[in-house]
């Protein structure tokens, strides 16, 4: 009997150590599992930073690619309307220049940009107030109204002066005061001197500008040089001279083709016509520019993408 109570109370003593160690155990587990449970909390925030870093980034990256796609559109819609209007140009000009006469079909003379070249062309004059090149002779243009017109030759800085004094006071400069002809003006000693009568040319630097009364009697003259040409219409050797003669006609013809031109200037005349071309050249110059200058953005544009573009298909 007293066996069997201590051999009861031995395996209690076991049980409840078992059950110590068994806590222990059980305390020692829990605390590994917390630890494992912070370290997995840590992980999950510095995963969920890296996601919003990726994220964000991204983002940007889908915003830089829609404003390039965006710009592209853009530029490919400038790229056609241009080109659709230089087209459109073209054709406009191409008729403008079938339906003139034949001495205004050359391009030759509307292209030239300046009076030096302009007047190195025989078949060209300059117009100094238009600031254009234009078909024509030693007489006037052809087809187009023009102002201080000049043939082989530049009117340099004269035309500039608007009274005689100031005028003649350059020596390459003569002024030009024909009241009959109503042609009042500086022009050069050299080139378009030639237009003024030379009884009304005063120049050189020395001479001085008549008064009001001498520009009366030279008028008076005139009449009577006119009166004395009904008279004598063969009479060649008249008081003006041959050359001086000669500058009269050609001055009459010059007068002469310049109001055919008003009487003929209309939405389809030459005149007209001219001008429309000048308008049309300087807009196809100003679109090509314009052009080329999409055109290179665009370029530009799509050789960025273009790696983008050869990433996606590798990928496929």
């Known amino acids: 009997m007293i066996k069997l109570i201590i051999i009861c109370l ?9 059950d110590g160690d068994g806590m222990d155990e059980a305390k020692k587990l829990y605390q590994e599992l917390h630890g494992e449970i912070e370290l997995e909390e ?13 994220c964000e980034a991204t983002k940007q990256d889908e915003q830089i690619y829609m404003a390039k796609q965006l710009s592209k559109v853009v530029l490919e819609e400038q790229i056609e309307k241009i080109t659709k209007r230089l087209s459109d140009i073209n054709v406009q000009i191409e008729s403008l220049k079938y339906n003139m006469p034949t001495n205004e079909k050359s391009d030759e003379c509307l292209e030239f940009k300046d009076c030096a070249a302009c007047t190195k062309n025989a078949k060209c004059g300059w117009c100094s107030m238009e600031e254009k090149c234009v078909a024509g002779d030693n007489i006037a243009p052809f087809y187009t109204m023009c102002n201080f017109y000049n043939y082989l030759y530049c009117a340099g800085e004269c035309a500039r002066y608007v009274d005689c004094d100031s005028c003649v006071k350059d020596t390459a400069c003569g002024w030009c005061e024909d009241q009959p002809h109503i042609i009042i003006s500086c022009v050069q000693l050299d080139g378009d001197g030639i237009q003024c009568p030379q009884n009304y040319l005063i120049g050189d630097g020395a001479a001085k500008c008549p008064k009001r009364e001498l520009i009366v009697l030279k008028t008076v003259n005139t009449k009577k040089r006119k009166e004395t040409k009904a008279e004598e219409p063969n009479n060649k050797n008249s008081e003006r001279g041959w050359e001086d003669n000669y500058v009269f006609v050609r001055q009459g013809r010059y007068k002469e083709r310049m109001n055919a031109l008003r009487e003929n200037a209309s939405p389809s005349g030459a005149a007209v016509g001219t001008n429309e071309l000048d308008r049309l050249y300087d807009e196809r110059a100003t679109l090509e520019k314009k052009l080329n200058s999409y055109q290179k953005q665009y370029k530009k544009l799509v050789g960025e ?3 983008e573009g050869q990433d996606e298909n590798a990928d496929e």
């Not at 840590?42 to 990726?54: G, L, S, V």
């Open 10 to 18: 031995f395996v209690l003593i076991q049980i409840k150590c078992q």
């Open 42 to 54: 840590n992980a999950t925030e510095d995963n969920q930073e890296q996601e919003d870093k990726e």
């Open 305 to 307: 993408g273009g790696d």
